[in-house]
């Protein structure tokens, strides 16, 4: 007998993954592009990519090639977009293309989200690891599973 629930959640989590993904596409960073959705009652709440703060260059990267220390996170736009908005990401999921550092773990926290979906890991898992301690359900839903 398979779970039916299980098999659901896990069709919706990849849809809502699949949609983070074509939003990360926005992101101009050329490192890496991360994309997030926050979803609650099955309505997409907020989105984010990484990416400068408003009104600066739309550049992420130094000379160098290395990420500039001012870039945003997806997770961290995905959750000021939220603050600005007035609407309440309390008990919510986030889906997110990699997997959170500890700083935005920390963030994911403090916003009330429950659930955070994930389909690649940051070379660090410090972030998980803070998420788990938090009592926040981790799912890994790999892209092409």
């Not at 992420?60 to 977009?81: F, Q, R, S």
Request: hydrophobic share 35%.
């Amino acid at each position: 007998m398979t779970d039916t629930n299980g098999q659901k959640q896990l069709e919706l989590d990849k849809r809502y993954m699949r949609m983070a993904t074509i939003w990360a596409e926005n992101s101009y960073c050329k490192r890496r592009q991360v994309g997030a959705l926050i979803v609650k009652d099955k309505m997409i709440i907020s989105d984010g990519y990484n990416g400068t703060p408003s009104g600066f260059e739309n550049v992420c990267e130094d000379e160098h090639g290395l990420t500039k220390p001012y870039v945003l996170h997806a997770e961290a736009n995905a959750i000021t977009k939220i603050a600005r908005s007035g609407n309440s990401s309390e008990g919510a999921t986030m889906y997110v293309t990699a997997s959170p550092c500890i700083e935005c773990a920390k963030l994911i926290i403090q916003a009330g989200i429950k659930r955070v979906v994930y389909a690649e890991k940051y070379r660090l898992e410090d972030g998980l690891d803070l998420l788990r301690r938090a009592n926040i359900e981790v799912v890994y839903v790999g892209l092409n599973s």
